[in-house]
């Protein structure tokens, strides 16, 4: 049974104005009827977090963390799941009913939705064909290269191609690695154009990093490239995937498929109306 008294729940970060997950949020809380539950945004750094969270009450349902705040995040959750420990960072909190606060990172669940519904990881099943291992490039060394991994490793792959501007950027990313076992092959930056030749290239650097690499990289038949920018769109890099016919993932369906499982976490409710909730991301762009 969910609570129908006055819910709240919002996402933090900073800057936040661009955050289109209160359109979501409030059309998912509309579309199923919780018509007292809001869904705001909170412009906090990350030293400002934990006076925040500590002066929520209990009518907070959750909160969506964006950046600086997911690895602070997981730091002041009193339990986190198996998941958000083993990526080191969490971009959801979810409000316990003893009032303490429960981390998981719905990013790397909504990174493998996406990946699989553009064809990564297909033949999983009993009657299934039989297929190798994803060969997956990640491109950065962040939080969002930390849900990368994770989900690379829940689709089955061994080993990870990771692309830095920093060495001990890709350093930082063993810990996350040994956690989820699987091995990292580290690539400089200058490097990258050659570590194209796989099943999936994530890109999770930030704008206009990678954009030099749309004239140099060569893409391969049957890949999917996922950016998890999506302002600007398209980017240099995913206007080159496009034009060679290679499946392109934004940062956009990235934005949904993980706001979908915190809604869920943040109601008890078994499935969130995604048309709804899909149709609203749709019109917050087109109106932008």
């Known amino acids: 049974m969910i609570e129908q008294r006055a819910r709240k ?37 990350e030293s400002e977090l934990p006076d925040v969270i500590a ?44 009032g303490t606060w429960h981390a ?19 033949g999983t099943g009993r009657h299934a064909a039989k297929v190798d291992p994803p060969r997956i490039t990640v491109l950065g060394g962040g939080g969002t290269a930390r849900a990368a991994l994770g989900a690379a490793a829940q689709l089955g792959a061994r080993k990870v191609t990771v692309v830095t501007r920093r060495p001990e950027a890709r350093e930082q990313l063993d810990p996350v690695a040994v956690a989820l076992d699987i091995a990292l092959e580290g690539v400089a930056w200058s490097g990258a154009p050659g570590a194209f030749d796989a099943d999936a290239i994530i890109s999770t650097v930030p704008k206009g990093a990678a954009d030099h690499l749309a004239e140099q990289v060569s893409w391969r038949p049957g890949s999917v490239f996922f950016d998890a920018l999506y302002d ?16 392109v993932l934004s940062g956009l369906d990235l934005l949904l498929a993980q706001a979908l499982s915190q809604f869920e976490q943040f109601t008890g409710l078994p499935s969130a109306p995604e048309e709804a909730m899909r149709k609203a991301l749709d019109e917050a762009v087109r109106d932008r």
């Open 104 to 122: 998981d990172n719905t990013d790397v669940v909504g990174m493998v939705r996406v990946l699989r519904e553009a064809g990564l990881g297909a």
């Open 232 to 247: 600007p769109w398209p980017t240099p890099l995913a206007a080159s995937a496009a034009k060679h016919d290679v499946p």
């Open 55 to 98: 002066g929520l009450g209990p009518e907070w349902a959750g909160l969506s963390l964006t950046m600086p705040l997911k690895e602070t995040a997981l730091r002041l959750a009193s339990s986190a799941s198996p998941l958000a420990i083993a990526v080191g960072c969490a971009n959801t909190l979810v409000h316990q009913s003893d």
């Open 9 to 45: 729940a919002a996402v933090c970060g900073k800057p936040i104005a661009h955050s289109l997950s209160p359109f979501i949020h409030t059309a998912g809380f509309a579309a199923s009827g919780l018509l007292d539950w809001t869904y705001t945004a909170i412009e906090c750094a």
